[in-house]
Each structure stands twice: as C-alpha cells, then as structure tokens.
C-alpha cells in the first residue's frame, strides 16, 4: 500500500490508488493513525486467495485498506469510482442489489464477512453504513482488510437472527448458507443486538449453520424465504 495520511479524532476523507476512496467519520479513532487505500484489479490477479463463489455473485470491485491494525469505533464509509460503462450496466437494472464483503481469517481459516449493503450513485459504488439498514446486523467498515463489492446474480434477501449458547447470546459466532459461501457474524451489543446476525438468503428453501470458532460446536436451522 501507499504511505497513509495520517487520521486523528476529527476524521477525515481519503483517497487512495484506482479510484478508492475512504470517509472516516469523527471520533471513529482514538488517536492519529496512518490511513491508505488502493483499489485491486481482480482480474489481473491483485487477489491472491479464492473469490465468493461465482455462481451467485458477481465482483464489481475490490479495494485494500489499511488502517494501521486499528479497528473503527464507527463505521466509515467505503466507495470505488468505476468506469462509466461499468456503472452504465449496474444502473441499467432498477432492482440490482449489491453488498460488501471483508476477508477475515479465524481459526476455522478464511472466510468473506458480510460487512454492509452497498448501492451505486452517478460516479461511485459506494458502501451503506450500517446506520443506513438499522433493520440488519451487520458491522459495517470497521477494520483493516481486502473488500469486495458484489453483485447479486439474482434477486436476494436477508435471514436475520439470534445465536445463543446456553441461554445466552454468543457474540463472534460464524453463520454460513448452503447457498452461497458468503459468512455472517453474529454481532455485540456495540452493533445491534446481542448475537444478531443477518446473512443473505434466496428463494426458497434457506439453511444456515452457526459455528462457535473457539470450541468447534455447530448448530443448524432453516427457513423458506418466498418471493
């Protein structure tokens, strides 16, 4: 990555290589931290692990952020300028639904996190903070790490939940679907409600598992999302 600029408590916006771009909000840090970005080229190969499965998504985008190990009290708000054909073709379709992922590794392996929802305007794909689906649980921009953009090959929605261990909520808990291989977190107090998870889901029949990444225990359930 480029040298970072340099963030204290204020915030602040920065650019970065290809177009990324980052707005941290005020107060997300504690105390000045480098900042820097760049946008990847997927397919030049900028990756260099396994990408979402490609039957359910499509990668618009990919960008690199460092934040200097420190993680994000708020989240900040995360976009990528794109060709003009390339938005063209996003924009053409009313009903297209794109989300963004983070890959994180655990002591499972690797995996790609649901972050956020993201949608495109006239010059950008850019990230909806969490505050903008207060009805979904997701962490939105909070950590360093590789992000995806994608789109969703057909229409999606979201199965949303509660993980519990003995009575009581479990925080940090990996939800997948049999459908795709995109990975929900089930989330702390500071992110919505304890143990809240919301994963994506698609018509029909929809099974989740739930894993406990520190002690291996696994529970499974499943629902009908009608069209």
């Not at 820097?36 to 960008?63: Q, Y």
């Not at 297209?96 to 794909?125: C, F, M, N, P």
């Amino acid at each position: 990555l480029a040298i970072g600029v340099v963030v204290d408590g204020a915030g602040a916006t920065v650019a970065g290589d290809g177009g990324a771009e980052i707005v941290i909000p005020q107060g997300a840090l504690a105390q000045p931290t480098p900042v820097s970005l760049k946008a990847l080229d997927v397919n030049a190969g900028d990756l260099s692990t396994t990408l979402p499965d490609t039957g359910r998504f499509d990668v618009v985008g990919a960008i690199d952020v460092s934040l200097s190990g420190v993680r994000l009290s708020t989240p900040a708000t995360l976009s990528l300028g794109l060709e003009q054909g390339v938005i063209d073709a996003l924009g053409s379709d009313p009903h297209t639904q794109l989300i963004t992922v983070r890959l994180h590794k655990s002591a499972v392996g690797y995996a790609w996190l649901l972050q956020s929802e993201a949608a495109v305007d006239a010059v950008q794909l850019q990230v909806k903070s969490a505050v903008n689906t207060p009805s979904l649980a997701f962490p939105g921009i909070r950590e360093e790490g590789t992000y995806l953009f994608l789109k969703a090959q057909s229409p999606m929605g979201f199965a949303s939940g509660t993980v519990s261990h003995n009575a009581m909520a479990l925080t940090g808990a990996m939800v997948t679907a049999a459908s795709h291989e995109l990975t929900a977190l089930s989330l702390s107090s500071a992110n919505g409600s304890s143990g809240s998870y919301s994963q994506v889901a698609f018509v029909g029949e929809v099974a989740l598992t739930a894993l406990n990444p520190m002690t291996g225990d696994e529970a499974t359930g499943s629902a009908t999302l009608q069209s």
